[in-house]
Structure formats: C-alpha cells, structure tokens
C-alpha cells in the first residue's frame, strides 16, 4: 500500500527537506520500516527502544491518533494520509 507521510519540520533534515514523501505498508510498523528504509535515521525519532512510539510523537493515519487505534498495528490503507506531530509543551 502506498501511503502519504506527511514530516515535521524537525524531521525534514531526514527527508532532504521535504514535507512529504510517499512510503509502502499496509500497517505503521511496515511505513515506519519503509521509511527508514529510505531516510535513514527517521525510525530512531518516532520509535523509542524498545521499538514503541515514543511519548511525545504522536502518529495520525487519516486524523485517527494511533494511539487510540491498534498503535503500529494500525492498517494504512492505500492512498492513506499519515502525520508525525512531535507534541509541544509550553508553560
């Protein structure tokens, strides 16, 4: 499945820059492994250790969080839009 990931600008030095790029999977886990794959490094800021999503990334496929979802389990359909979104704290 080929699917749309949509990179957040503190991800881009991954991608060459770019905002956006096309990555296969039929679930999280198999894009993430195609996107490391092919910017290497990016898996290391979206996935911890242990091989989880870290605490303060949250993933979107089609607006629906992973989190509440079945986490990289989560199928991503072809033509599927996904979102990394680092969390941002204030005070």
């Known amino acids: 499945m080929s699917v749309n990931v949509r990179i957040p600008t503190i991800l881009r030095t991954y991608t060459g820059g770019q905002s956006e790029v096309a990555a296969e999977g039929a679930t999280l886990s198999e894009v993430i492994a195609d996107l490391e794959k092919n910017h290497t490094g990016i898996a290391a800021r979206v996935l ?3 091989g989880k999503l870290r605490r303060f990334v949250n993933v979107y496929v089609n607006d629906d ?3 509440f979802e079945q ?3 989560t199928v991503t359909p072809d033509g599927a ?3 990394i979104i680092p969390a941002v704290a204030g005070g």
Do not use: F
Request: zero cysteines.
């Open 81 to 83: 839009g996904i979102s």
């Open 65 to 67: 969080d992973v989190r």
């Open 71 to 73: 986490g990289l389990d």
């Open 48 to 50: 911890d250790d242990e």
